[in-house]
């Protein structure tokens, strides 16, 4: 462990603050985005426990209730909340059509960390009595937003929730979005996208993407946030392994928490859910790539590129066998796990989800590996991701080859990993 990284990597957390959530990072995203604050949150746990666990309820504040938008989508933890107003970032907050809301946010989520994170924070505080009281306070609004991920992205109660736009994946430019964005139509309105200000055109996703993204955004407004039109119209969607593997994990961490701070009813509801998706995801499973991938709902193609979201398995706990696709992984790049291995042909190394390594990834790509016995991988990808901090510091994303750092500099989550997983110990 090195002080002086520690110490910048706080640095990092504090310069990002806008005062009970943090930024990602100064101009290309400056609100609160979703599952960035759960690991911004793991990050303060290590130095500020009373801040950590700001980060969460300020991010849950959000939240939609039975009052918004005819109450459909009740639950919904939108993946950006506009907390103050900004004009670096597009999609802004007056690009949602969500005025109505009293907290303002996008119409769509992201992946729902926070139960595991929740859980994490819980078993690693020194200040057990507030730690104990804030979770019990968030157990609510943790169920709400899972009972929203079932009820209005699995109505038919398969098991595999899914998931209706690119950015509610959080690796939004994955060559597994291809083909289905490939369906969607192209906007014909006129917007100005902002990233470009920010970070070189090579390391973001093409115009062709963003016309997509944009219609697929419109198009929530036109269905009023309606769930169910959004369900049966929508023109994107997709069983995102991503977001199966984190909603799996999160709610076996949700059924233990609630079987811990009293509320068995809602560990059984989560243990249901869990079950049920334990017994749908083998048609997710690609033998090509030895892991889990991604699928078309409306093509009902799988989406069979080798990409760092279905090397989540271990983590959901899914009994699968990853290590060769993880072992594969480290074998083709020199710096953990890459966003998509190089043995596909939509392989980019520096260009957003399409190559590149994310150091929260490898965190939970260790973990699960770690929890299946997979020791030595799971220390090998630790070592990696320690010496690129060292080398690197906190970029949003890392070169796989060169360990180069990319995209936005001084970025929260990167520096929050950094803090859980190489200065404190193992919860
Ligand atoms: C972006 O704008 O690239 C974000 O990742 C969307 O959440």
Redo the contacts with the bound molecule.
């Keep these: 462990m090195s002080s002086t990284l520690a110490e910048r990597a706080q640095q990092v957390l504090r310069a990002n603050d806008r005062g009970g959530y943090t930024i990602p990072t100064a101009g290309l995203?400056p609100f609160q985005?979703n599952w960035d604050a759960s690991v911004c949150a793991l990050g303060w746990m290590t130095f500020d426990e009373p801040r950590a666990w700001r980060e969460i309820e300020t991010l849950f504040s959000g939240q939609w209730t039975a009052a918004d938008y005819g109450g459909g989508s009740a639950g919904l933890l939108a993946?950006?909340t506009f907390h103050q107003n900004a004009d670096s970032?597009?999609p802004g907050p007056d690009e949602w059509g969500t005025q109505a809301l009293a907290v303002r946010t996008s119409s769509i989520s992201?992946p729902p960390l926070h139960a595991t994170m929740v859980r994490w924070m819980l078993e690693s505080a020194k200040d057990q009595a507030s730690a104990q009281a804030a979770a019990r306070r968030l157990l609510p609004q943790l169920l709400a937003h899972h009972r929203w991920w079932y009820r209005t992205r699995d109505p038919e109660g398969s098991g595999l929730v899914r998931v209706l736009h690119p950015?509610e994946t959080?690796m939004?430019n994955s060559p597994a979005w291809d083909h289905p964005l490939a369906q969607v139509p192209a906007t014909t309105r006129a917007y100005q996208r902002r990233?470009l200000d920010h970070v070189d055109a090579s390391m973001?996703?093409p115009k062709a993407f963003y016309d997509r993204v944009v219609y697929l955004m419109d198009a929530n407004r036109q269905a009023g946030f309606d769930p169910v039109l959004m369900a049966r119209n929508g023109r994107f969607q997709v069983n995102d392994i991503g977001v199966i593997c984190i909603l799996q994990r999160a709610s076996r961490d949700l059924a233990a928490l609630a079987l811990q701070l009293g509320d068995a009813a809602g560990a059984a509801e989560m243990q249901a859910q869990v079950q049920r998706t334990h017994q749908a995801v083998g048609a997710l499973w690609s033998a090509r790539w030895q892991q889990p991938v991604s699928r078309c709902l409306l093509s009902g193609q799988l989406l069979d590129e080798p990409t760092s979201a279905g090397l989540l398995a271990a983590y959901a706990g899914f009994a699968v066998d990853i290590s060769t696709a993880v072992q594969d992984s480290l074998a083709q790049t020199r710096h953990g796990v890459a966003s998509t291995r190089p043995a596909s042909a939509a392989f980019d190394a520096p260009r957003?989800w399409r190559g590149p390594v994310w150091q929260h990834i490898n965190l939970l790509v260790a973990r699960g590996l770690q929890e299946q016995g997979h020791s030595e991988l799971a220390e090998r990808i630790r070592a990696d991701s320690l010496a690129l901090f060292e080398n690197a510091g906190f970029h949003e994303y890392f070169h796989p080859n060169t360990g180069a750092g990319l995209g936005g500099k001084d970025f929260s989550w990167t520096a929050a990993t950094y803090l859980h997983w190489m200065t404190a110990p193992a919860p």
Excluded: A, E, V
């Design positions: 995203y985005w993946h950006i970032y597009f992201q950015w959080g939004d990233d973001r996703p957003y």
